[in-house]
């Protein structure tokens, strides 16, 4: 198992944001987690790269527990997050933001890492044409973009996305949907977070349902993209 | 007004002004790194550049000897002076980052507490100094080491040792120790400048600035950064005070105050943190008070200076390229 999550945890002050969650990350697979608003998903991705404390429970990537480790350990290990928002380096350039993507790496002049830049700028032409553009004048969708690439030049096993659709077009959502879905099929274990629940239970392998701050139901994305309960909830009853 | 003397003498006060300027500039880069990154003002920099000074002094008094220095082993001790300078007040910084700063921001203290920390520190370090004949005292150093603690709380002085002549520019006379100050303090700022804007470590810094919370995402070591703009700042502090010691030959435990306070405006001026803003405002600062002390006597320099200082932040409030460390063009 890629990356299992137990029991977890996590206060904001006194109030408990999730609780008791536990749900695994097969590797190879894409794993969605859906919910509401306010309902602990982007908690949960935090707790997950180490931007926040655990009141308790375990996060084990690979068999390895990594409950307290320090964000910038996990990053070395191989997850990397492209966070709610975006939330891209707007003063810097579309280069520096996939340059800073892979901080903790050190082979910046070799092949490798020319590769993983064209395998980005493939994946995303658009930041191949803005490549020397500063951040911060590209639409919401463009900045989407980087900041998946960004997430991806750390040559992540496990990437996080958390809401990649939020704000976007139609047409956005569906082009970033067939991105996640290449980019699982070139071999990272994909982890998302979505409120558009339709499109992630369609690319999702296993989905959980998300209800302020604990799981409530579990399955294959397809089987919970049939049930009636989950339609009605989480769908708007049209599919 | 002296407008007679002021315009006589408009090219040699502008130069003067200016090497005061580099100085400050060079001061403020520490300010503004540091809240930049941190949104912190470390007002124990002022302190950095106090020890830079002594480091300064002291070093030469070692090695130049009762029979004084010149040619080559002049420039030899004056380049192991700055070499200590900056070690020196580097030092202080990672200090002051480890002892008054870390365990604050480890636990989410607010700015506020973190600022009282800063000022305790700044006194904690400038009455160590003014006090060192009664430190020295205690391990019983203070015969052997009297020329270096001995008047601990009045001027200390290196005056006689290095004697630069003036040279003609233009047929106007003008001081080369202003010159290498202006010189010297420019260099400094081009290469902490490209170093934030294309090193890897500058990226994170400036990752770091901008959003601290991403750039932890990506890898950034928050401590690391954090250690690496006080590293940067005490450097800077470390040169500016060898400069200052060059031109004012003359130091004191309290030496610090003003120049920081200074220092500090410059980069309030500029817009704080933004790097080039800080070369900006050190330099119309230095100026601008040199002018206005000519202009209305030398007792008003501060006056001056500060006048300035809230002009300007009356009608543009973000300081003169008020942009922050994390923007491209900082």
């Known amino acids: ?239 | 007004m002296d407008f007679d003397f002021f315009f006589n003498n408009l090219p040699q006060l502008t130069i003067t002004g200016l090497a005061f300027g580099a100085i400050y500039a060079l001061i403020a880069l520490g300010y503004t790194m540091v809240y930049g990154v941190l949104q912190l003002i470390n007002f124990a920099h002022s302190e950095v550049f106090m020890y830079g000074t002594f480091a300064t002094l002291w070093t030469v008094w070692a090695l130049t000897g009762s029979g004084g220095a010149s040619g080559m082993q002049l420039v030899g001790i004056l380049l192991l002076a700055l070499v200590m300078s900056m070690l020196t007040s580097a030092l202080v910084a990672l200090l002051l980052e480890r002892v008054a700063y870390r365990p604050l921001i480890k636990r989410n203290a607010p700015r506020l507490i973190a600022l009282i920390s800063a000022i305790g520190a700044s006194f904690v370090l400038a009455e160590l100094m003014g006090l060192r004949d009664r430190v020295t005292g205690w391990f019983g150093l203070d015969d052997t080491l009297d020329r270096y603690v001995s008047g601990a709380r009045i001027n200390a002085s290196m005056s006689g040792v290095v004697n630069m002549p003036n040279v003609d520019i233009f047929g106007i006379p003008v001081k080369t120790v202003d010159l290498l100050v202006i010189g010297a303090a420019l260099l400094m700022m081009v290469v902490v400048d490209q170093f934030v804007r294309r090193s890897k470590l500058g990226r994170g810094i400036r990752a770091t600035a901008q959003d601290q919370e991403t750039a932890a995402l990506m890898g950034v070591n928050p401590t690391r950064t954090i250690q690496m703009t006080f590293l940067i700042g005490g450097l800077m502090a470390g040169v500016a005070a060898f400069l200052y010691m060059l031109k004012i030959e003359v130091t004191k435990f309290d030496v610090g105050f003003l120049l920081g306070v200074k220092a500090f405006a410059a980069a309030v001026l500029g817009g704080i943190g933004n790097l080039r803003g800080a070369l900006l405002g050190g330099l119309l600062l230095g100026v601008a008070e040199n002018w206005g002390a000519a202009l209305i006597g030398t007792e008003w320099r501060h006056v001056v200076a500060f006048v300035l200082l809230v002009v300007i932040l009356l009608f543009r409030p973000t300081g003169l390229l008020g942009e922050s460390l994390g923007k491209a063009r900082a």
């Open chain 1, 1 to 239: 198992m890629l990356l299992e999550v137990e029991g977890l945890c996590v206060n904001y002050g006194h109030i408990e944001a999730i609780r008791d969650i536990s749900f695994d990350v097969p590797e190879g697979s894409v794993t969605t987690l859906i919910g509401a608003n306010g309902a602990g998903k982007t908690t949960t991705m935090k707790t997950i790269s180490g931007l926040r404390k655990v009141r308790a429970g375990a996060v084990r990537f690979e068999g390895k527990d990594i409950t307290n480790a320090a964000p910038y350990d996990r990053v070395k290990l191989g997850i990397s997050q492209s966070p709610e928002g975006r939330r891209c380096f707007v003063g810097m350039t579309v280069r520096e933001n996939l340059d800073m993507g892979a901080f903790v790496r050190n082979d910046r002049k070799s092949k490798a890492y020319k590769d993983d830049m064209d395998r980005v700028l493939a994946l995303f032409p658009r930041l191949a044409e803005r490549i020397n553009q500063s951040a911060g004048t590209m639409s919401g969708g463009e900045q989407q973009m980087l900041a998946i690439g960004r997430a991806l030049m750390a040559r992540p096993r496990l990437i996080l996305l958390d809401e990649p659709s939020m704000g976007l077009a139609p047409k956005l959502i569906a082009q970033i949907f067939s991105i996640i879905k290449e980019i699982n099929e070139q071999g990272t274990t994909v982890l998302l977070v979505e409120q558009n629940a339709a499109q992630a239970l369609k690319a999702a392998d296993n989905a959980h349902i998300l209800e302020t701050g604990e799981i409530v139901r579990s399955g294959r994305g397809s089987e919970l993209a049939g049930d009636d309960s989950v339609k009605a909830a989480y769908l708007g009853g049209d599919v």
